[in-house]
């Protein structure tokens, strides 16, 4: 079973003492100790969560009762194990070990293939008009704003959280609300200044769907001068987006598509594939999309060797709390 619970079996380049002096998140006007933000993201509400969209997994995996039944009591031998603000203190890690485990029993690899085949078609219609949108707009700060809003509004499309709920119906209406709502973490100004003095920039998807909003970014960037290289799964968890679906909306178009070389939540560093830790290593920065890679890029706030741009919708109560933020906020927030 995976043991991604163990901080102190991180690759040296991660296993960094933390320097409170230098390190610091901004939002708005108030900042956060490292110390803050790398504190525990799980709470009692997420063990109703993971078993939430455990079962949802398993359902979409097999009609057959028998593998249903030991499917769940694998799933529970794990919550009971695993499940501690401190052993497991990203929900993201524990969720990791539930998909595979689901897989392992049920034989399905990809019981969201369905919904994520749907979910690319539909980004990719509605990003196509938003893009025009965002490419219309000649002030440089306000296209970017736009291009951003966009990505953010592909972040909606998420299966993994229990309370969260969209409808792909309503992304046209999502984007626009977002432009008008704008972000509740606003470090914007920063990521437009990193782009203006950088040249090369790591962009880690999140979720199938969502990467046709992600295109809209990613064009943005190159067309400021950016050589970018697009991470994405190696293989199918929940609906997050493989390489396959990168290429699908025509990412590999403005980017470079690499793998993660894994299936994992997030990130965690000591099972990326060599070419995604290159480019990690010789990038001047990182745009990280959605929750799973906020709970696992702040776990390792103060060892990160670069400036990290998380940008993301709230979706769940606890990482509303991690960073002081209501349910539904829309957040462009810079780490290292």
């Known amino acids: 079973m995976l043991d991604i619970h163990n901080r102190d079996a991180c690759e040296d380049f991660t296993n960094r003492q933390i320097n409170p002096h ?89 019981p969201y293939k369905v919904l994520k085949e749907e979910s690319n078609r539909m980004g990719m219609a509605v990003a196509a008009k938003v ?17 951003v809003a966009a990505a953010i509004t592909g972040n909606v499309i998420d299966y993994g959280s229990a309370l969260h709920k969209f ?13 008008e709502r704008g972000f509740a973490v606003n470090d914007l100004s920063l990521l437009l200044k990193k782009i203006k003095e950088s040249r090369i920039v790591l962009y ?18 190159v067309e400021m001068g950016l050589k970018v290289y697009y991470a994405a799964k190696d293989a199918p968890i929940s609906n997050d987006a493989t ?12 980017a470079e598509i690499i793998s ?5 939540l997030g990130v965690d560093f000591r099972r990326m594939s060599r070419k995604f830790i290159e480019v990690y290593r010789s990038c001047d920065f990182v745009i990280a999309k959605g929750q799973s890679n906020y709970e696992t890029f702040t776990h390792f706030i103060g060892r ?25 906020d829309n957040v462009v927030l810079k780490i290292q």
């Open 22 to 110: 230098i390190v610091v998140m901004l939002m708005g006007e108030r900042k956060v100790s490292p110390e803050e933000l790398r504190r525990s993201i799980t709470k009692p509400v997420c063990f109703l969560c993971l078993l939430d969209v455990a079962i949802k997994t398993i359902d979409l995996s097999t009609p057959d009762e028998e593998k249903k039944f030991k499917a769940i009591k694998r799933v529970l031998a794990i919550l009971h194990d695993r499940f501690d603000e401190m052993v497991m203190d990203r929900p993201a890690w524990i969720a990791t070990e539930l998909y595979w485990e689901i897989a392992d029993v049920t034989g399905n690899p990809d």
């Open 131 to 147: 893009e025009e949108d965002v490419f219309s707009e000649k002030d440089v700060y306000k296209r970017l704003y736009k291009a």
């Open 167 to 179: 409808d792909l119906n309503q992304l046209t209406g999502i984007y626009k609300e977002i432009l």
């Open 204 to 221: 880690i998807g999140d979720n199938a769907g969502e990467t046709a909003f992600d295109r809209i970014l990613v064009r943005f960037l």
């Open 243 to 254: 390489v396959e679906d990168a290429r699908y909306v025509g990412i590999d178009k403005y």
């Open 260 to 264: 993660t070389g894994n299936n994992i």
């Open 304 to 328: 990160l060797e670069k400036p990290v741009f998380l940008i993301l919708r709230v979706k769940c109560p606890p990482i509303a709390e991690h960073i002081g933020l209501s349910v539904g």
